[in-house]
């Protein structure tokens, strides 16, 4: 049986016993418990299913100084970072428990008989979101817990009364066990099924699950490679299920001329440190900045890479590949660096921050290549002579979670034609600001046209996240007693509903 083991990135050691990976007989167990706690699940009383997200959390936060140093000893992302992210982690689920309290998130429906409908009669109808059933989740690597065992794709097919089978990333696998065994203890503590929620390990179990007819649907956060591999397989099934992947993101921003004028040093520093940020990790780090021609930005940039020192990366097979591409990216012609990158020795897996420039001109004939996602602290600047030239290049660029740009009062005219083609290659437009940070909110959309995710009608952060996991069924002219609660009469539930068109509680 194959062991997972997990490097330590400041050490190159160890960083614990390592996991085995899940068998075939023990994935098939695991699918059929999931299949069959379903039904159960899917009907237990909204009020049970808020207490466990609850519960969930709790647990997680008395296991904080566990779980902390066990996800620093796997990661290298630091104490600090890794504190903020668990807080993260069990907000959300706490913010889940209280979608399910409000109930909205059912989109209950009903429209009463009406015998003298044109052009037909209509009948009793009736309408609710009801769980998928069994969901695959792929844990990330760059988030431990927001994106991982428990993140939001778990919280959020839980709180839609979907079983959860978890994939864990190799990047963390004791962390990910443990935290497992955590959920499953609450679930215990319930009296609920154990294939509500369960963990497996190993690249072949996530493709042998993904095609398994147990499975209803799958969430994945990763490369592009690996998802679009993920997603021919579940669309290719003999009954293709959801697959909603989040993938390759560059993350465009635009500085005007007018905000360079305004504000030309703070824009510098705030770039830096947005695309440096948890070493150029995060799936919204702004991996390509037009700035016009003569911007004379370029000592202020240099002063901030200057100021941010090396810090680990997730695994030294990130890192290898981060340093690839950035020696790859310095060679390429008409491309030049605006820092040297500075050399370390210490034994690890260390990111060291990069910044290359090339023309608009250039990047327009090369985007194939020069608009690709970087993982790791570096990013591409692109100068542009005339708008001409940044909406040309602009044009080139794949769909991504979010679009920035960076401009002043004076600018609106100019700007518009700008998001005419930004606006349909991002889920997330930004004002005057930076796109690392994903605030967990109802408003949030972090997903957007391919590359960056496989479904831009969804979002993978925030309470509407819950929508992937639903489909709606409609009852007609049922009676009352073989109704869900949600549809019955008097609203039992108390939730939101839209009777007869008019929005009522």
């Known amino acids: 049986m194959k062991l997972i083991e997990s490097m330590n990135p400041r050490t190159g050691e160890p960083a614990g016993a390592g996991v085995s990976e899940t068998p075939a007989a023990e994935l098939s167990s695991t699918l059929s418990l999931a299949k069959s706690a379903a039904r159960r699940f899917a009907t237990e009383p909204l009020t049970e299913r808020s207490a466990l997200l609850r519960a969930i959390a709790d647990k997680l936060d008395d296991r904080a ?77 760059n988030f431990p817990f927001a994106f991982s065992v428990v993140g939001g794709d778990t919280a959020s097919a839980l709180a839609a009364g979907c079983p959860v089978v978890v994939k864990a990333h190799e990047g963390h696998p004791e962390l990910s066990r443990r935290t ?17 929620f369960t963990v497996i390990f190993g690249q072949q179990a996530g493709r042998d699950a993904v095609v398994d007819h147990r499975i209803k649907a799958a969430g994945f956060t990763g490369s592009t490679t690996g998802g ?28 005007t001329k007018a905000a360079v004028r305004a504000r030309g040093s703070e824009i510098a520093s705030g770039f830096v440190n947005s695309f440096t940020l948890g070493t150029g990790q995060f799936c919204t780090k702004p991996g390509l900045l037009f700035l016009p021609a003569g911007h004379n930005l370029d000592t202020a940039l240099a002063e901030a890479i200057g100021a941010v020192e090396p810090t680990p990366m997730l695994n030294a097979r990130i890192a290898e590949s981060y340093a690839k591409f950035s020696a790859e990216l310095a060679a390429y012609p008409a491309v030049r660096s605006i820092v040297t990158p500075r050399l370390h020795t210490e034994p690890g897996a260390w990111g060291v921050p990069a910044l290359f420039v090339t023309t608009a001109e250039k990047f327009t004939e090369a985007a194939e290549t020069l608009a690709t996602e970087c993982f790791g602290p570096s990013s591409l600047i692109i100068e542009y002579a005339s708008t001409h030239e940044l909406i040309n290049a602009l044009q080139s660029v794949e769909g991504s979670l ?70 709606p069924v409609t009852y007609q002219s049922f009676p009352h007693d073989l109704l869900p609660q949600a549809l019955q009469d008097g609203n039992p539930l108390g939730i939101p509903r839209r009777v007869d068109g008019a929005l009522r509680r």
């Open 65 to 141: 100084e566990e779980l902390v140093p066990l996800a620093d000893s796997e990661t290298g992302l630091g104490k600090p970072r890794l504190t903020s992210e668990l807080a993260r982690t069990t907000f959300q689920l706490r913010l889940f428990a209280q979608v399910i309290d409000e109930g909205s998130f059912l989109e209950a429906t009903l429209d009463t008989p009406a015998p003298d409908a044109k052009p037909v009669p209509r009948p009793d109808l009736r309408r609710v979101l009801e769980p998928l059933g069994p969901v695959l989740v792929f844990a990330a690597s």
């Open 180 to 196: 497992g065994e955590i959920v499953s203890s609450v679930i215990a503590e319930h009296n609920l099924p154990a294939g509500i």
């Open 228 to 255: 679009r591999a993920l997603f021919d397989l579940a669309s290719g099934r003999v009954d293709p299920i959801p697959f909603y992947g989040e993938l390759g993101s560059v993350n465009p921003t635009v500085v």
């Open 402 to 471: 979010t679009a920035t740009v960076h401009g002043e009062q004076s600018d609106l005219q100019n700007i518009t034609p700008v998001l005419d083609v930004l606006r349909p290659r991002a889920g997330r437009l930004i004002w005057n600001g930076w796109p690392t940070g994903v605030a967990v909110a109802w408003a949030m959309q972090h997903g957007g046209p391919w590359p960056s995710t496989t479904n831009s009608l969804h979002t993978s952060v925030g309470p509407t996240a819950v929508r992937r996991w639903l489909r």
